[in-house]
């Protein structure tokens, strides 16, 4: 099992940059593929990025793609999310996720606001 607790969220303007940060506790932290997934009141919640395990693979949505990049560090049982050139859309809670290839992510974390006023 994995407890994941997200942190860095914050207001911020646009253009500009914020890191959120994933840790996990638990055994085992290098098995699981890591994605981050963002959710605004009365929308269902969306991919953002995800990463596998060893970091050599990523994926991003089209919305952050170029703006947005998503690294894990094994060593710290961490995972990032840097996000530069924000805008006002992309306001939102930001979830980390944790699951085993090629299942479904079963393991979340509370979620930290990200607030970006223009």
């Known amino acids: 099992q994995v407890q994941l607790a997200e942190s860095g969220g914050g207001l911020v303007q646009a253009g500009d940059s914020l890191r959120l940060s994933c840790a996990a506790s638990g055994r085992s932290f290098s098995a699981y593929a890591m994605g981050w997934f963002r959710q605004t009141p009365g929308k269902e919640r969306e991919f953002v990025a995800r990463?596998?395990?060893?970091?050599?693979?990523?994926g991003y949505s089209d919305s952050v793609k170029g703006r947005f990049t998503i690294s894990r560090d094994n060593a710290k049982n961490t995972v990032y999310l840097q996000m530069n050139s924000l805008k006002p859309e992309d306001t939102a809670v930001y979830f980390c996720?944790?699951?085993?290839?090629?299942?479904?992510?079963?393991?979340w974390g509370q979620g930290t606001q990200v607030t970006v006023s223009s």
């Open positions: 996720a944790a699951r085993i290839d090629p299942y479904e992510y079963v393991y």
């Open positions: 990463i596998n395990w060893s970091g050599s693979n990523t």
